[in-house]
């Protein structure tokens, strides 16, 4: 938003806000407040992306590790792995799910709401 803010209005803006009256109270605290949300919105912002790039970095290790078998015993093994899978999925996706979810909620929640 800041960015479709010419200079020339931004400088009436803050002209205009210099020049309000000084009468008024703010209420206690509301420095910390402040302070305390923009904390917890920057924290929050690098724990999601720490939680992306180990997922990424997990990700790529079993990309190279397929690669790595596929050039070793043949594009079969990747077939037959995926066949399994496809078999299986009902067993397979709960897992996942389930292991992302604890993944999330250790990673992201635990040290985002520990921040209160």
């Avoid at 790529?60 to 043949?74: S, T």
């Avoid at 093994?77 to 996706?93: R, T």
Wanted: with cysteine; charged share 20%; proline share 3%.
């Amino acid at each position: 938003m800041m960015a479709n803010i010419e200079n020339g209005e931004l400088d009436k803006i803050i002209h205009g806000a210099l020049k309000t009256d000084y009468n008024f109270v703010l209420p206690d605290g509301l420095m910390e407040k402040t302070i305390k949300k923009l904390e917890k919105k920057a924290l929050l912002r690098r724990l999601i992306f720490e939680f992306c790039s180990k997922t990424g970095l997990v990700l790529l290790c079993l990309a190279v590790l397929a690669g790595v078998f596929a050039g070793i015993k043949g594009p079969d093994v990747l077939v037959q792995f995926f066949e399994k899978i496809a078999d299986h999925w009902q067993i397979i996706v709960p897992a996942i799910i389930a292991g992302l979810f604890t993944i999330i909620v250790d990673q992201i929640a635990l040290k985002y709401l520990s921040l209160s």
